[in-house]
């Protein structure tokens, strides 16, 4: 059993739901990001998004685009995200799951990612703009290493595609809110709880919805639902608002301390 898989079994054998922050690794830097990964791990997330920076973010809206370019700007690449968390691995064993467009993990080598996620600490990997019908080879090559795929469903997703997207996940399956891109939203959408009854209909792996989420109403919202929320945008414009601050790590820990209900 992955270690994602063993945290929502524990989440599901207490009764709980999960909570899964994101943050865009090397913004403002690198030693930031190894903090934060061990701060939110202590603040209660089930696991960890690390978001590897792209110069073209298609799916993510402004804050994380901005939060990108900071990154990207420091020179940050795979390789220093990858040895990011190997450095965070000595004080948390939090599962972690990188988030990345696909064109760096290519250029990086698809047999060396996996290879060096095991040793490092990657518990899994989402592409975001990978589409399932061409995932085969990338989805074989990580199941062959014991890492999980974890796919984006949305609501405009058919029926056909589900079912081809339960049959290569694992983890969790992470369902997008709405249509359109990252950000903070002020009202979830219904369509969430509708896609993630679809999804069910198709597998049995954990649902995480995300995309909009930024407040504890809205992850209260979602926990009726589904088996965890995602925050993204919301902690990424808490990293942006204190940048620079001394305190910073501790000001997003008590962020997302605050995201979870009691």
């Known amino acids: 059993m992955s270690r994602i898989s ?29 903090a934060l990964i061990v701060e939110l791990a202590r603040a209660g997330a ?17 804050t994380i685009q901005r939060a990108s370019e900071r990154a990207l700007r420091n020179g940050t690449g795979l390789a220093d995200v990858l040895q990011t968390l190997a450095d965070a691995r000595r004080e ?3 599962p972690v799951i990188l988030f990345s467009y696909f064109n760096p993990l290519l250029q990086f080598g698809v047999e060396h990612l996996a290879e060096t996620c095991i040793r490092v600490g990657v518990d899994g990997v ?4 990978l589409v399932p019908e061409e995932s085969a080879d990338f989805n074989a090559t990580l199941a062959r290493h014991g890492l999980d795929q974890i796919f984006l469903v949305a609501p405009t997703t058919s029926d056909a595609r589900l079912r081809m997207i339960a049959g290569r996940a694992s983890g969790f399956v992470y ?11 002020e009202e979830m959408s219904a369509e969430a709880a509708r896609l993630v009854a679809r999804v069910r209909g198709v597998t049995d792996l954990p649902v995480a919805v995300g995309f909009g989420i930024s407040t504890p109403a809205q992850v209260a919202d979602v926990w009726r639902y589904a088996d965890a929320a995602v925050v993204g945008s919301a902690l990424v414009a808490e990293i942006e608002k204190h940048a620079g ?18």
Not at 175 to 185: I, N
């Open 6 to 34: 063993e945290a929502f079994k524990n989440l599901g054998g207490a009764g709980r739901r999960g909570f899964i922050p994101y943050i865009t690794a090397g913004d403002p830097d690198l030693e930031t990001t190894r």
């Open 46 to 62: 089930t696991l960890v998004e690390l978001g590897v920076p792209f110069s073209d973010p298609v799916a993510d809206g402004p």
């Open 92 to 94: 948390t064993d939090v």
């Open 126 to 129: 989402l592409a975001t703009d």
């Open 175 to 185: 369902a997008v809110s709405r249509a359109g891109v990252t950000g903070a939203r």
């Open 245 to 262: 601050s001394s305190d910073l790590v501790a000001r997003v820990g008590a962020f997302a301390r605050s995201l979870i209900p009691e």
